[in-house]
């Protein structure tokens, strides 16, 4: 498929995993949900285009789920946030597609103030 690559793990220097761990405690979020956010914003910015999806190998799986996010104006912290909420759904069930009102974020998920267009969706 175009505009796909498999990546394998490498390792991060110290001082970076250090500040990685120090920014999600920061943030009360994992650490996968500061490594999304950010791959969402590089992906973003690479395909100038704020709606992104990649993949998430979800813990105990052997095939990475479509994670869908957007990547609008607004705060670090609220990219990150928006990441930690996603990884915190529970994937779709077998026969429902993402985005079907079962899995789409509820008002109560969306600050007030913040922009409607920045939502984001089950890693399903």
Request: aromatic letters at 2%.
């Amino acid at each position: 498929m175009p505009g796909t690559a498999e990546h394998s793990e490498t390792p991060l220097p110290g001082r970076t995993a250090a500040a990685l761990r120090a920014r999600a405690s920061a943030f009360g979020v994992p650490v996968a949900a500061v490594l999304l956010a950010a791959h969402a914003k590089v992906l973003s910015a690479l395909s100038a285009d704020a709606e992104v999806t990649t993949g998430y190998l979800v813990p105990g799986t052997r095939r990475p789920t479509a994670c869908r996010l957007t990547v609008g104006p607004g705060t670090w912290r609220h990219l990150v946030e928006e990441a930690h909420r996603v990884l915190s759904l529970p994937p779709p069930r077998s026969g429902t597609p993402t985005g079907s009102p079962a899995h789409r974020p509820t008002s109560s998920s969306t600050r007030p103030g913040t922009d409607a267009r920045r939502t984001a969706r089950p890693c399903a």
